[in-house]
C-alpha cells in the first residue's frame, strides 16, 4: 500500500474523527443486528458439499421421511419397583397423546409392545421365508410319498377314502426333514414359543429399565433434526403435552424425563453458543488486559477494542449476509479472529506510543506509526487471509466457510485498525488531553539480553537446523497414522445437564437394542425387499461386513410379502396334514402336527392398516406410502467410531445392485465417513496451496532474495517444528485440526514479517528486535488466548484444534524472534538491509548504525 494513502487516511481520521467514529458505530450497529440472526448448525452434513452422496441421499431421507432422529421418554416411578405399574398406566396414555400428534409432528411411536406380540403370535406363518415353506412343503410330499412306496405302490395315504392303516404298520418322523424339522419337532420351541420368547425380555410387554423404575417411549419425529428451529418446536410440543398430565403425574408420584438424539442435538446448541459467548469473552478480557499491561494506559486499550469491535461485527455482519449460519468449526471464529486482528493495532500503537512518550504530538505519532506499522502489518494481514482464504478452493463447506469468516476478518480488522485508531485517539484526546510520563532511568536490559541472545547466531542456525530436521522425520515416520481414526476422540464431551445425561442413559438402557443404523431410499416395495436381499448375500460373502451390520430389515418384516403364494402353500401344507396322516406320527410330533396345522388354517391377507401402527409407521413416508424404506441396522459391538469399521460399513452399505441400478443406505455415520475421505483427499492439497500462496506474498512485498528466504527459512522452521512437537507430544490430525496447517503459514508470515520490516528499515537487528520484539510477543499471546479459548469447547476436535494451533504458535514466535535475527546476522547485510532511499518514511531517528556483527556480515 502507497504510504501517501495511509497518510491521507490517518490525517482523515484525525481531523474527521466525528465522521469516522458515527459511520463506524452506525455500521457496527447494522453488523450486529444482522449477525443476531446467525444460527448455528451442528450436524456433519453442514460441513460436506451438497453434491456429496450422503448429504444428497441424507437431504432425500429428510425430504421423504423426515429424517431418523429419536425423542425418548422415559416414565419414571419416584417410589421404586413398587410404582413401576403406574409408570406403564402413564406410558399407555402419554403413547395416545403422542400418536395423536401424527403424522404433522411424530411419524412413529414404539411403547406398549403386546400388540406386536401379539401380531406375530397370531401371524407367524406368513413371516416365515418363500423358499422355506417350498422347502416344507416339498418335505411333506416327499415324506408322505415315501412311505406310499414302501408299503404298497397302490395305496394312496391321502386318499381320504381309504380305510385307515393300523397305527403299527406305519410310523413317520417329519422333524428329520430339514423344512418341516423346526416346525414339527417337539424337542424344540414352537413358533408361538420362540416369538414369546423374543419378547419375553420386554417386562408387562413395556421397555422397561432393568431396575424396574421406569418405562421408555421411542418417538421418531417427522421432521428433520437438521434445523434447530424445528427441533425446538418439536421439543416443545412433547413437553407440552407431558405437561398436560402433570397433576396426575404429581398424585402418582411420576416423573417424565426426555432424552435422545434431539434432546441432545438441542443441548449441543446450547452448549456450542454458551461456549463461543464465554470464550469471546474471556477472550476479549484478556487481550485488553494484558494490552493494559503491556501500554501501562488505559488510552491505547479503548481505541483497540473500538477498532476491533468494528471489525468483528462487519466480519459477522458479512458472514450472515453472505452465508447465513454458522457450524461447529466457524462458531469459535470469533475468539481466533480477536486474538489474530488485534495483532496490527497492538504494532500499530507500539510505535505511536514510544513517539508520544518522547513527546510528539497526536498528528505525528499517528502519521508516523502508520508509516512504521503499515507494511509489515499489511503483509501479515494479507497472508493470513490468503491462508485463509486458500481454503476456499476445498469442496468442503466447513473449510470453505472458516476460509472466509477468517480471510475476510483479518481485513476488516486490518482496515478498522488504520482507519478508525486515529479517530479514537483523537476523541480520547478531546476528552482528556495526553500527558506523556516523566522518562525515569534505566538501564537498558532489553538491549543487553537481546546482544547476549544473539552473540552466537552460527550455534542458533545449528540448533535450529537440527531441531526442524529431527521434527521433520519424526511427522513423516509416523505420517500414516497421522490422522485420528478414533472417532470418540472428536465427539462432544456429555451435554445438557445431569438430568438429561441420567435420563437419555436409562431410556437407552430400557429399549435394549441399538437404534444406530443407515436407511436406503428405494422406488418400489419389492426394491426395498431386493436391497436387503443383495445385503444378506453380500455379508454371505464379506465376513467383516457381517461383523460390522445386524440386519437389514423392511416393512416385510412387519407386513408378509408374498401373502398369496404363501397362503397358498400353507393350505396345501394344511390340506396334507390330515388326520389320518397324523395318526402314523409319534404321538407327541402328531400333538405339535395338530397346533400348527390349526395356526395355518387361521391364516389370511394382512393388509398395511392392520399391522401395529408403532412398527408401520417407521416404513411410512410422509406422503403415506409404505414400503420403500429399507433399515440397516449396526451391531451393537460395531464400534463405528473406529475410522477402519465406519469405512467398511459405508462402502458395504452402498452401491447395492437392485434391478439394474446401484442404491446407498443414508445416515449420519454415513455422512462422517464421506467427511474423514473428503478431508484427507483435500487437507493435503489445500495445504499446499496455502503455503506456495504465502511464500509467493513475502516474494512480492520484500523483493528481494535475501529478505524473502530469511523469511520463508523463519516460517518452514516454525511450521516443520509445530509438526514434530505435536506428533511427539500425540496430537493426530483430524477434520477439525487440519486447518490449523495454513492458518499457521499465514500466522507466521506476520511475527516475521514485522520483525524483518523493522531490522530492514533499521539496517541493524538488536535494536529492531527490541523496538518491535515486545509487540510481536504480546501479537503472539493475544493469539494464543484466541486459541486457547477452543480448549474451553465441550467438542474433542475443537480442542485438538486448540492445542495444535497454539504449539504453532509457539513455535513461529520463537523461530521469528530468535532465528530470524541470526540468520539475518549470517547474511550479508546490504542484501537485506534498506537501501537509503528505501528506509521507511516517518522514522524519527536515522537508522542505527550497524553493530560489529551487521558491519561484518555486511563487509
Known amino acids: 500500500m502507497r504510504l501517501d494513502l495511509v497518510s491521507r487516511l490517518t490525517a ?5 474523527w466525528r465522521v469516522f467514529l458515527a459511520g463506524a458505530v452506525l455500521a457496527s450497529v447494522a453488523s450486529f443486528w444482522l449477525a443476531s440472526h446467525l444460527e448455528i448448525r451442528s450436524s456433519f452434513e453442514e460441513l460436506l458439499p451438497e453434491d456429496v452422496p450422503s448429504v444428497r441421499h441424507a437431504k432425500e431421507l429428510a425430504r421423504r421421511v423426515g429424517g431418523d432422529g429419536t425423542i425418548l421418554v422415559e416414565v419414571e416411578s419416584l417410589d421404586g419397583p413398587g410404582g413401576l405399574a403406574r409408570a406403564e398406566a402413564m406410558a399407555v396414555k402419554l403413547t395416545e397423546d403422542f400418536r395423536a400428534l401424527r403424522p404433522d409432528v411424530i411419524r412413529a411411536v414404539e ?17 416365515l421365508p418363500l423358499d422355506t415353506l417350498r422347502q416344507a412343503q416339498r418335505d411333506l410330499v416327499g415324506a408322505l410319498g415315501s412311505a406310499k412306496a414302501k408299503l404298497n405302490p397302490a395305496m394312496n395315504l391321502l386318499g381320504e377314502d381309504e380305510d385307515a392303516l393300523p397305527a403299527g404298520e406305519l410310523r413317520l418322523d417329519l422333524s428329520r426333514r430339514e423344512g418341516l424339522g423346526d416346525l414339527l419337532d417337539p424337542t424344540k420351541p414352537g413358533p408361538r414359543e420362540q416369538v414369546a420368547k423374543r419378547f419375553e425380555r420386554f417386562a408387562d410387554g413395556f421397555m422397561v429399565h432393568p431396575d424396574r423404575r421406569s418405562v421408555t417411549i421411542l418417538l421418531r419425529p417427522t421432521g428433520t433434526s437438521l434445523g434447530v428451529g424445528e427441533v425446538r418446536v418439536v421439543l416443545d410440543r412433547i413437553r407440552a403435552t407431558i405437561d398436560r398430565h402433570q397433576p396426575e403425574l404429581k398424585a402418582d408420584r411420576l416423573y417424565v424425563g426426555v432424552g435422545g438424539s434431539y434432546a441432545i442435538l438441542l443441548a449441543e446448541y446450547e452448549s456450542i453458543v454458551k461456549d463461543a459467548a464465554i470464550s469471546f469473552a474471556i477472550v476479549m478480557a484478556l487481550v485488553l488486559l494484558s494490552i493494559v499491561a503491556f501500554y501501562r494506559e488505559i488510552r491505547p486499550v479503548l481505541a483497540l477494542a473500538g477498532a476491533l469491535l468494528a471489525g468483528i461485527a462487519a466480519t459477522f455482519g458479512l458472514t450472515w449476509l453472505v452465508i447465513g449460519y454458522l457450524n461447529t468449526q466457524t462458531a469459535f471464529l470469533g475468539s481466533i479472529v480477536v486474538g489474530t486482528g488485534v495483532n496490527y493495532g497492538i504494532v500499530y500503537l507500539a510505535r505511536v506510543s514510544q513517539l508520544r512518550r518522547r513527546g510528539a504530538s497526536l498528528e505525528e505519532a499517528c502519521q508516523e506509526g502508520a508509516s512504521a506499522a503499515v507494511k509489515g502489518t499489511l503483509l501479515a494481514s494479507v497472508g493470513t487471509s490468503v491462508a485463509f482464504g486458500t481454503l476456499l478452493v476445498a469442496t468442503n ?26 479517530a479514537l485517539l483523537a476523541a480520547l484526546e478531546r476528552l482528556r488531553p495526553y500527558r506523556a510520563p516523566a522518562a525515569a532511568a534505566s538501564v537498558d536490559r532489553g538491549s543487553l539480553l537481546i546482544d547476549r541472545l544473539l552473540r552466537r547466531p552460527r550455534a542458533i542456525a545449528a540448533g535450529f537446523a537440527v531441531l526442524t530436521a529431527a521434527s521433520l ?15 470418540d476422540n472428536l465427539t462432544n464431551d456429555a451435554t445438557g445437564g445431569e438430568e ?3 435420563d437419555h442413559a436409562r431410556a437407552r438402557e430400557a429399549l435394549g437394542t441399538s437404534v444406530a443404523g443407515a436407511i436406503a431410499l428405494l422406488p418400489t416395495r419389492d426394491g426395498a425387499d431386493a436391497y436387503c436381499d443383495a445385503l444378506r448375500q453380500r455379508m454371505k460373502e464379506q465376513p467383516r461386513l457381517a461383523q460390522l451390520i445386524e440386519s437389514c430389515e423392511t416393512v416385510a418384516t412387519v407386513i408378509p410379502s408374498h401373502q398369496e403364494e404363501k397362503l397358498a402353500i400353507l393350505r396345501d401344507l394344511g390340506d396334507r396334514l390330515t388326520d389320518r396322516v397324523l ?26 392398516d392392520e399391522g401395529p401402527p408403532s412398527l408401520v409407521d417407521q416404513y411410512r413416508e410422509r406422503d403415506g406410502t409404505v414400503g420403500r424404506l429399507a433399515f440397516v441396522r449396526a451391531r451393537g459391538d460395531a464400534k463405528l467410531e473406529l475410522g477402519p469399521n465406519l469405512r467398511a460399513y459405508a462402502a458395504g452399505v452402498r452401491d447395492v445392485p437392485v ?16 467427511l474423514l475421505e473428503d478431508i484427507e483427499r483435500q487437507g493435503p492439497r489445500v495445504t499446499l496451496l496455502s503455503f506456495l500462496c504465502v511464500c509467493a506474498l513475502v516474494v512480492v512485498f520484500f523483493r528481494t532474495r535475501a529478505r524473502s528466504a530469511l523469511l520463508l527459512l523463519s516460517l518452514g522452521s516454525g511450521v516443520a517444528l509445530m509438526a514434530g512437537f505435536a506428533t511427539v507430544t500425540g496430537i493426530k490430525i483430524n477434520f477439525f485440526n487440519f486447518i490449523v496447517f495454513p492458518i499457521t503459514f499465514g500466522i507466521a508470515v506476520d511475527y516475521g514479517a514485522n520483525v524483518l520490516s523493522r531490522m530492514v528499515s533499521r539496517r541493524n537487528v538488536a535494536p529492531a528486535l527490541k523496538e518491535v520484539g515486545g509487540a510481536v510477543i504480546l501479537c503472539s499471546w493475544t493469539t494464543i488466548v484466541g486459541y486457547g479459548s477452543l480448549i474451553l469447547s465441550f467438542n474433542r476436535a475443537l480442542r485438538s484444534f486448540g492445542w495444535y494451533a497454539m504449539l504453532g504458535e509457539l513455535t513461529t514466535l520463537v523461530t521469528a524472534i530468535v532465528l530470524l535475527p541470526a540468520l539475518a546476522k549470517l547474511f550479508p547485510g546490504e542484501s537485506w538491509m534498506a537501501r537509503p ?13 550497524a553493530d560489529g556483527d551487521d558491519r561484518r556480515a555486511a563487509g
Open 837 to 849: 532511499g528505501e528506509a521507511i518514511l516517518g522514522e524519527d531517528d536515522p537508522p542505527a548504525a
Open 500 to 502: 438429561l445425561r441420567r
Open 583 to 608: 395318526a402314523h406320527l409319534p404321538a407327541d410330533q402328531a400333538r405339535r402336527a395338530r397346533e400348527i396345522r390349526a395356526q395355518l388354517a387361521e391364516q389370511r391377507l394382512l393388509g398395511d
Open 111 to 127: 411403547s406398549d409392545v403386546r400388540p406386536v406380540e401379539r401380531w406375530y403370535t397370531d401371524h407367524w406363518p406368513m413371516f
Open 397 to 422: 463447506r466447513g473449510f470453505r466457510h472458516f476460509g472466509f469468516i477468517g480471510g475476510v476478518g483479518v481485513l476488516l480488522c486490518w482496515v478498522a485498525t488504520f482507519a478508525l485508531i486515529p
Open 12 to 16: 482523515a481520521s484525525l481531523r474527521r
Open 659 to 674: 434391478a439394474g441400478g446401484k442404491y446407498d443406505a443414508a445416515g449420519a455415520d454415513i455422512v462422517v465417513a464421506d
Open 473 to 487: 522425520a519424526v511427522f513423516v515416520w509416523h505420517l500414516p497414522n497421522a490422522m485420528e481414526r478414533n472417532l
